[in-house]
């Protein structure tokens, strides 16, 4: 008999790179990203319960009702299937910043539907699965996949990256969230539409830090001069890179070992107050790696 309940660790990312090549016919844009998820999770219980679907969630800033991913992705799993529609609560007890660029909304909306086939008893392949996380955000697919990976398009065709170092990330949170949409506005408003030419970027192994970029990153620096500074001192600091993880406002160092990350981590909340933690990469199939490695709980 399936399980009434699961509960499973679902993990922010960052976007190691960023290129924006151009906004599509479609109004929205052109990417090419290199992902890799990390050590930062929420906590995601999905519970087949009364009637309808039903969000809550430990941060006030978190919507409950239909426009939350979570709940969305619900509702699509149930139109792929609607013969298995059926009441739903889903907890969460967030850990990732929200409207930081971390993907945390996606990661619940796929840990949702990674769920789901659990719980219902339904058989469903991972393409498939992917496919209905792209009706749902951009970002849900990675989080159905494999870590580091390629993105292209919006996010949603994947390959994978093997080969990332086990670099440190020190990760750098903000008081406050930034809006996808305001960001990427803003690159088009200073880049004029340019499309860029990606070369070998994605030929062999992931690129060494220092050709990591991210497109947004000016918009960001530009806005909120808080970022830019925290970004310098991780540079002088030693990091071998220091970005923005997608549209911000969280900003990223990586350092080579844990010692000198956690020596950043230090100097940063002592001498900019952003609270700054220590952060690792979490290699090999997103959701299943992270359950594995963290617990999933099945009553």
């Known amino acids: 008999m399936p399980a009434q309940a699961l509960t499973v660790f679902s993990p922010a990312k960052l976007n190691l790179i960023l ?6 016919p479609d109004g929205y844009h052109e990417l090419l990203l290199l992902n890799t998820a990390i050590d930062l999770m929420d906590r995601v219980t999905v519970t087949i319960e009364g009637e309808g679907v039903r969000v809550e969630c430990d941060h006030p800033g978190v919507p409950t009702g239909p426009s939350n991913l979570a709940a969305r992705a619900a509702e ?10 059926t009441g739903l609560r889903i907890g969460i007890e967030k850990k990732i910043p929200v409207a930081g660029g971390l993907g945390g909304g996606s990661s619940n909306a796929a840990a949702v539907l990674w769920c789901l086939p659990r719980l219902l008893g339904v058989e469903v392949s991972a393409e498939r699965l992917r496919a209905l996380g792209s009706e749902v955000g951009s970002d849900v697919p990675f ?12 996010g949603e065709r994947l390959r994978e990256a093997p080969g990332l170092p086990p670099y440190s990330f020190v990760v750098v949170r903000f008081p406050f969230g930034l809006g996808a949409g305001e960001i990427f506005g803003g690159w088009d408003l200073t880049s004029g539409g340019n499309r860029y030419t990606l ?12 050709d990591w970029v991210n497109d947004l990153g000016p918009v960001v620096f530009a806005r909120h001069g808080e970022t830019l500074r925290v970004r310098d001192r991780l540079l002088s600091l030693g990091g071998l890179a220091a970005l923005v993880s997608g549209s911000g406002p969280t ?12 020596r950043a981590c230090n100097l940063v909340n002592r ?10 990469a979490v290699p090999g199939p997103v959701m299943n790696n992270v359950l594995s490695k963290a ?3 099945e009553r």
């Open 19 to 24: 290129k924006v090549l151009g906004r599509r």
């Open 76 to 85: 699509v799993f149930f139109a792929a299937f609607p013969d298995r529609r």
């Open 143 to 154: 989080f159905l996949f494999r870590s580091p990976a390629w993105a292209e398009g919006r």
């Open 199 to 210: 070369g070998s970027l994605m030929e062999g192994e992931p690129p060494p830090p220092r």
């Open 251 to 262: 900003v990223f160092g990586v350092f080579p070992d844990d010692a000198s990350a956690l």
């Open 271 to 280: 001498d900019l107050g952003f609270a700054a933690e220590l952060r690792h």
């Open 295 to 297: 617990g999933c709980k």
